[in-house]
């Protein structure tokens, strides 16, 4: 256990968490000026991993009938249509003007394609009583679904509210990564399938390389909104391992401005609450019994 | 990529042994508390489903090549199978047009060719019937060449309305999708004009 | 243009992202904002229906600033051609071409001819002027015949001539001012003018642009002249037969490519062929309908490719002493078209229906027309791999709830056959770039499930085994039919029948390489001339499966395209005309004269030895009469055609009509619509009323439709997947925010779309993606739905294709379903009976009879020509 192991920057997740010996630390970056809202990361995921269908509704949220990441979704495609006042542009007044030069400028469609983020520090993981939640050797985190019993803690540990439970069984539901598509040296399904490479999957340090030149040359076109979500390792989850690049503010596209772990006063409080602690691991193996 | 960790956690449960120890040192709890991870949330934590964990894929007795059955921009796809059950289906990444990517319809291949949606009997409704009834294959087959031969018959000319010879019928009519083969076109074209039927009408014209 | 590529063809657009990526600028124009035009660097909405009009004006800017890329108009296209004094264009005519017969409603083309073709050639081309011919069309995509092309034709290399293409070419677009695309299209002078600096700065020696379309062009009554116009802007700027540049048509199936190369259509043959009419009494005058005595390129052995194909279908039977059994093949008189067709099931006259993986009941247009054709057929087949709505129509049709259909009194008979899926049986699919890929079986299919390719070998059994000993002439051609393909675990084998569709040397039983081994003397059997080659050195080539990666972009050893395995058409073109590439960053295919031969990064579409200084003798025809420098070998004068002197039906230029069913005025021309579009004016196939005709108020809205990324067409392979239904799972219509005020349409609420067929219901979607348009200082507005719902399935609705009506293409005989007028009201439609009442009432007050849109001819001073209706039956 290191300074760093519930809060802040930590180079080395998988070896934090036990792994001698591991392969290089492996996430996605999804850049979404590429996305085209074709929803084949969505699809591809579920054939993959079994997951079944969720709800026949419009949402009516432009293209958008997922509508937000949940154990039957794991990759989520969000559509923002932003209007010429969204974007602080001239409106105009006769109708059928909108067809002039501005038609172009008055008017943007982002799409980005969301899945869990994989943290640094993981919330749903610290909080997770029975080990079902666990890190990979590719610093992932993972449901163990052999393991999980539906508790549920982790549906409020994570910030991004990403994990949920699956009506039916109760078992907490998330990407995995693939993680059983990676120990066979494949990449995700949804990152294969991505037709424009909009989810990129790679080791997590030559992804954050290549995320920075992105943004970079996306200023230097003027694209000045370009920004990523989840790679700076100093911000309130250890940075992540699916980060993004968007378009916008990260409000626009529903994440939260500035997520943090639940776990981060936890060092400060671990002496006083070394009681808990014992607590906690008897809790976890009740329940873990409970679970078998 | 290469998949090292999986080898060695695989060597590590083979250590582990077996008898009363193993199931012990299985509890995440007890691993928390005794090995090299403190916080128990990493290989402490790993389940036995998760350690012997592969890509279903790596099971296929057989892989074909093939190509999406949606659009026309010919993706490659890649079919894995097992048992003569197909296990998965993805993109080829050798294919110069797609490069292994496949949209949401292409991505849903599996489902397509494995889904409940299938239909797998001959069905049948009588004139005026109200429901469907199952009929064997090959009386189906008998049933269709009696009526080909009929509706042929009534709507045959020799001649059309001009004395010009067309020797033709306009008793038959067909319509086909554009996910047919190649070779099933023509075998449909091929039959169809030796039957003297021309309504014979594609996709293509819509 | 016309293309929504992103959402229509994905997996394709990750070329159009990477180009983007490397400098590229992307122009989207389409009514629609799409998920194309949010990666267009410029997005440009027009009105539905007015894609000439824009390219036209195009056209008018690249000449009116001589723009055009001179060498390559000059060497390569018609532009220099004299045409004919009695020529007289649409500037003359008020919209309409020389030669126009208002009772039929059809043209004589013989003024559109070049000058030095002689009046008795021209006249043997004048075979349009019935209505019900389909001859342009029978001509196929190897360019239609002219007569004396191979000859010198009269032309003037300055382009200064009045009567030359380039001039004719300048005058008909002269009046496609931006101030007039704006008033049509509803784009605003500057947005155009941004689009044509783009186009013509990204033409030339150094660049190419592309232009990409799709049904959004084919789906109108100028559907060909769509196409037409995109072709003359990329030929004027050299964009034909160069690298990054061409006129992409993106298909919406996976082998819809191959299913006009081999053909399930009426009039073609194999390799676009056409079947022949009552006219062609022997071979030899059905091969000189295709050919001229005195044309240029391989058309001019269309002879081979005939008989090859006689002696696949007919085998020994085929001999010279019998016209390789030619008086075997039936006979066209006109239009029997698939719409034509289901009128004529409605009239009684059709027995019985093959439906094969196609479901008209929700993907053609006039969905009630379809049914109602359906329920009075002896009996109908459907094969398919679900359960789709032309198969349960008379159970669970609109028409059943309306009580025009009961089961108990609707007397179809029909056959359902499970169909083995894609993965469950071998063959060649032909993509939309004319490449055959095959693909191999990876499982059985269960049960009843069976292949087409079983279903019609087994079915062609059976036939000539009932009707073995027959000695009725009628059923020669059957019985004699060669039919013995090879046969393994009682599945007929598709490489087999490959190999024969690629051609059969029978004197030793060997594969031919390519169409030019194809012979006229019987000793060659060719299913399908252009696919001459897939079997070449008895390999499969389509099966070849070199990795991308391991390749150059060509990547020309992966699977096959014809012809030849040619991967860019006319390529020849991407050189000079002494043979040298237009540029080094353009290079493609050029000569290598010390090897004396052509050479480059794609396969040659030229003979590989011919020098780009050839001049062939005189009197030369065929390939022989080919110049070094006549790159487009399959034309009859091997030019590109900037004007099109045979071959087409409604002009050989294109020229903007409004749509059949359009809110507006022709601004251009007293001609209002297409002049040669067709009419099927009867009682149960309405039109809405257009102007001059009054009442166009009660439809006041354009209305188009299209696909969804998550859905496939007609839905059979889409709704029925759950991971696929749930991404789009009902049916919705977009409308702009004004629209929704004006009609009191609520955001998620329900709203209803009439026209004279049908009424249609659907949820509300506000967006400011269908922006209302200024069109003639008056607001139109546009509203938008996807088609792909029905009856069946998991997510169900009504079926966009029931608003439309039955008006197609004179060409093509493709229907409108890109534009019609509508009314759009709140709230859930009526249901019942009560709902043809509902449509009565809008047919009244809008004065509708059959009558109603079938004046076609409206050009000149208070003109009112003919209704082109049918005779009730």
């Known amino acids: 256990m290191t300074e760093h192991s519930l809060y802040g920057p930590l180079d080395d997740v998988a070896g934090e968490a036990g792994y001698d010996d591991h392969p290089p630390r492996m996430g996605f970056f999804t850049d979404t000026s590429v996305c085209i809202g074709c929803k084949a990361c969505e699809v591809a995921c579920k054939e993959w991993n079994g997951v079944p269908a969720d709800d026949f509704d419009l949402l009516g949220m432009s293209f958008d009938n997922t509508g937000h990441l949940g154990a039957n979704a794991w990759r989520h495609v969000a559509f923002v249509e932003q209007r010429a006042q969204d974007l602080g542009m001239p409106s105009f007044d006769r109708p059928g003007d909108g067809s002039g030069p501005e038609s172009r400028t008055d008017f943007r469609w982002l799409m980005s394609s969301d899945v869990c983020k994989h943290c640094t520090h993981a919330g749903c993981l610290d909080v997770c009583p029975t080990g079902a939640l666990f890190r990979t050797e590719f610093g992932t985190v993972v449901v163990q679904q052999d393991i999980c019993n539906g508790c549920g803690y982790c549906v409020s540990g994570c910030p991004y509210g ?35 490479d909009s989810i990129q999957f790679g080791e997590v340090d030559e992804l954050r390389d290549r995320a920075a030149a992105r943004v970079a040359a996306l200023h230097e076109r003027g694209e000045v909104g370009a920004r990523l979500y989840g790679a700076d390792p100093d911000d309130g989850v250890g940075g992540t391992g699916a980060f993004f690049l968007l378009m916008d503010e990260p409000e626009v596209y529903g994440l939260p401005p500035d997520p943090v772990v639940p776990t981060r006063d936890l060092p400060a409080m671990w002496k006083r609450a070394g009681l808990a602690a014992v607590a906690f691991a008897a809790a976890a193996a009740v329940a873990f019994a409970g679970g078998r | 990529m290469r998949a090292a960790a999986a080898g060695v956690s695989m060597e590590r449960r083979r250590e582990a042994g077996v008898g009363p120890k193993r199931w012990l040192e299985l509890w995440p709890v007890y691993r928390q508390l005794t090995g090299g991870d403190p916080l128990g949330r990493g290989h402490a934590a790993q389940s036995p489903r998760s350690a012997g964990l592969t890509a279903r894929t790596e099971g296929a007795d057989h892989v074909a090549k093939s190509i999406c059955p949606y659009c026309a921009v010919g993706c490659g796809q890649r079919v894995y199978v097992a048992d003569d059950r197909v296990l998965q289906i993805e993109g080829d990444p050798d294919s110069p047009i797609s490069r292994g990517r496949l949209c949401p319809k292409g991505s849903a291949s599996t489902q397509l060719v494995n889904g409940p949606q299938r239909a797998r009997k001959v069905l049948y409704r009588e004139p005026y019937g109200t429901e469907w009834q199952e009929l064997d294959l090959d009386t189906a087959m008998d049933m269709v060449v009696d009526r080909v031969l009929d509706a042929r018959d009534k709507g045959w000319q020799d001649v059309d309305e001009h004395g010009a010879r067309v020797r033709r019928t306009l008793g038959l009519a067909s319509l086909g999708g554009a996910t047919l083969d190649n070779e099933e076109n023509y075998l449909i074209k091929k039959l169809f004009t030796a039957l003297g039927a021309l309504q014979i009408e594609n996709q293509a014209r819509i | 243009m016309g293309s929504n590529m992103a959402e229509a063809h994905p997996v394709g657009f990750q070329w159009v992202m990477e180009a983007k990526e490397r400098g590229a600028p992307v122009f989207h124009i389409d009514p629609r904002f799409t998920r194309t035009s949010a990666h267009a660097d410029l997005h440009v909405p027009l009105r539905a229906g007015t894609d000439i009009a824009f390219l036209g004006g195009v056209v008018n800017h690249i000449l009116s600033n001589e723009l055009d890329f001179r060498e390559y108009v000059v060497a390569y296209t018609n532009a220099s051609f004299l045409l004919r004094e009695d020529y007289r264009d649409t500037e003359d005519l008020d919209g309409l071409f020389s030669g126009y017969d208002p009772e039929t409603g059809a043209y004589d083309p013989a003024s559109w001819q070049y000058e030095s073709v002689e009046e008795k050639h021209a006249g043997r081309d004048a075979d349009s002027a019935a209505k019900e011919q389909s001859s342009s069309y029978q001509h196929g995509s190897g360019g239609p015949r002219v007569e004396g092309g191979s000859d010198r034709i009269a032309a003037d290399p300055t382009l200064r001539h009045p009567r030359c293409v380039y001039q004719v070419l300048k005058r008909h677009f002269s009046r496609y001012t931006p101030e007039m695309v704006a008033r049509v299209c509803g784009v605003s002078e500057e947005v155009f003018r941004a689009v044509c600096d783009a186009w013509t700065a990204n033409s030339g020696r150094e660049h190419t642009a592309a232009l990409v379309y ?9 559907g060909s002249q769509c196409i037409r116009a995109g072709a003359i802007v990329q030929l004027l700027l050299g964009n034909i037969g160069r690298p990054g540049g061409g006129v992409f048509a993106l298909r919406g199936h996976a082998s819809i490519q191959g299913s006009t190369d081999i053909p399930t259509l009426f009039n073609l043959l194999p390799g676009y062929l056409p079947m022949p009419t009552p006219e062609h009494t022997d071979l030899s005058s059905y091969v000189d309908s295709i050919r001229a005595d005195h044309q240029k390129g391989f058309w001019r052995a269309a002879d081979t490719y005939a008989v090859s194909l006689l002696k696949e279908f007919w085998g020994d039977r085929a001999t010279a002493d019998n016209d390789y059994c030619f008086d075997y093949l039936p006979r066209i008189t006109g239009d029997h078209g698939t719409y034509r067709t289901v009128m004529d099931m409605v009239d009684g006259k059709v027995f019985g229906y093959f439906l094969l993986g196609q479901n008209p009941a929700v993907g053609s247009a006039h969905g009630r027309l379809q049914r109602l054709g359906m329920a009075n057929l002896d009996w109908l087949v459907v094969r398919d791999l679900t359960m789709i709505e032309s198969a349960t129509f008379w159970r669970d049709s609109p028409e059943v709830e309306t009580g025009e259909i009961a089961p108990e009194r609707c007397r179809t008979e029909v056959f359902f056959f499970p169909a083995a899926s894609h993965v469950e049986k071998e063959g060649t699919f032909t993509q939309t770039q004319r490449m055959l890929q095959w693909r191999e079986k990876a499982v059985e299919p269960r049960d009843d499930q069976r292949s087409e ?18 000695t009725d002439e009628r059923d020669r051609p059957l019985l004699d039919l060669w039919w013995d393909y090879a046969v393994v675990d009682d599945e007929p084998q598709a490489a087999d029948v490959l190999r024969r569709v690629n051609g059969v040397d029978l004197t030793a039983d060997r594969a031919v390489g390519g169409y030019t081994e194809l012979k006229a ?29 391991e390749q150059n972009l060509y990547a020309t050893e992966w699977g096959w395209a014809w012809p030849m395995n040619r991967r860019v058409l006319y390529n020849r073109a991407s050189a000079d005309p002494e043979g040298r590439p237009w540029s080094e960053r353009k290079a493609l295919v050029w000569w290598d004269a010390e090897h004396g031969r052509w050479v480059g990064h794609d396969v040659p579409d030229f003979e590989r030895d011919k020098p780009p200084d050839y001049v062939p003798e005189e009197g030369s025809v065929g390939v022989e009469a080919l110049r070094g420098d006549d790159p487009f070998i399959m034309q009859a004068d091997g030019k590109g055609w900037l004007f099109a002197p045979s071959g087409l039906q409604d002009g050989p230029l294109p020229t903007h009509y409004e749509p059949h069913e359009s809110p507006v005025r022709n601004p251009l021309y007293g001609q209002q619509g297409n002049p040669t579009r067709k009419v099927y004016g009867r009682p149960d196939n309405p039109s809405n009323p257009a102007p001059p005709e009054p009442h166009g108020e009660v439809f006041p809205f354009v209305l188009t439709t299209s696909r969804l990324t998550e859905h496939h067409t007609a839905g059979g392979m889409s709704r029925t997947l759950p991971h696929l239904a749930e991404l789009q799972p009902e049916l919705f219509v977009e409308v702009s925010p004004r629209l929704a005020r004006e009609r009191g349409l609520e955001h998620l609420g329900w709203a209803h779309l009439v026209t004279s067929r049908a009424v249609v219901e659907a949820r509300v979607v506000v967006t400011d993606r269908i922006p209302p348009l200024r069109v003639e200082d008056r607001v139109v507005h546009q509203v938008w739905l996807p088609y792909h719902w029905g009856t069946t399935g998991l997510v169900r609705g009504d079926s966009a294709n029931d608003l439309f ?28 009976p009560a709902l043809l009442d509902f449509l009565a009432g809008y047919r009244r007050r809008a004065g509708i009879t059959a009558d109603t849109g079938t004046h076609v001819l409206t050009a000149g001073p208070g003109a009112e020509g003919p209704a082109h209706t049918e005779e009730e039956s």
């Open chain 1, 162 to 196: 990403v994990i949920e439970r699956r009506e039916g069984d109760g078992r907490a539901q998330k990407c995995t990564l693939c993680y059983d598509r990676l120990r066979a040296g494949e990449e995700p399904a949804c990152a294969k399938a991505c037709p424009t």
């Open chain 3, 214 to 222: 799709s049904v959004g062009w084919t789906q109108h009554t100028t």
């Open chain 3, 453 to 470: 390719l079983w279903f019609f070998y087994h079915l062609g059994r059976r036939l000539r085994e009932r009707l073995a000993g027959s």
């Open chain 3, 521 to 549: 003397d019987g000793t060659t059997a060719a299913g399908c001339w252009i696919y001459s080659g897939v079997y070449a050195d008895e390999v499969n080539q389509a099966a070849r499966r070199k990795p991308g990666r």
């Open chain 3, 805 to 832: 009506g039955v008006v197609v293409d004179p060409n093509v005989f493709i229907q409108e379903t890109k534009v019609a007028t509508c009314d759009v009201r709140p709230g859930r439609r009526p249901r019942g």
